[in-house]
């Protein structure tokens, strides 16, 4: 099993922005692409960003271009998901996965993590 352990989350007004990291392994991070993901009560989980293995090529999602970064911090072992302008609409349980097909939106099913909540309310 791939693991991976997400923290960062919480509750920030509309506007304001968060940090998330995603903690694995430097054989994973190594040698995969790396997601984030999130699901909201009643909607499907959705692909947000994603990284390479090499962290020169990157996806995101249209509802977050402009707004959200990803980045590979190696010597910490983390993927952050730097999260700015944060709509009410961006609240969910945000997940990170590693990806099976390149930065094409495509979590490995066996490596889920607990993920974590971001709730944006004021």
């Known amino acids: 099993q791939l693991q991976l352990v997400e923290s960062g989350g919480g509750l920030v007004q509309p506007g304001g922005s968060l940090r998330l990291s995603c903690t694995a392994s430097?054989?994973?991070?190594?040698?995969?692409?790396i997601g984030w993901f999130r699901q909201a009560p009643g909607k499907e989980r959705e692909g947000v960003s994603c990284?390479?293995?090499?962290?020169?090529?990157?996806n995101y999602a249209d509802s977050v271009k402009g707004r959200f970064s990803i980045s590979r911090d190696n010597a910490k072992s983390t993927v952050n998901l730097q999260m700015n302008s944060l709509k009410p609409e961006d609240t969910a349980m945000y997940y990170c996965?590693?990806?099976?097909?390149?930065?094409?939106?495509?979590?490995?099913?066996?490596?889920w993590g607990q993920g974590t909540q971001v709730t944006v309310s004021s």
């Open positions: 996965a590693v990806n099976g097909i390149g930065t094409i939106f495509s979590p490995k099913s066996d490596s």
């Open positions: 430097p054989f994973i991070l190594a040698n995969y692409a």
């Open positions: 990284i390479s293995s090499s962290g020169h090529s990157t």
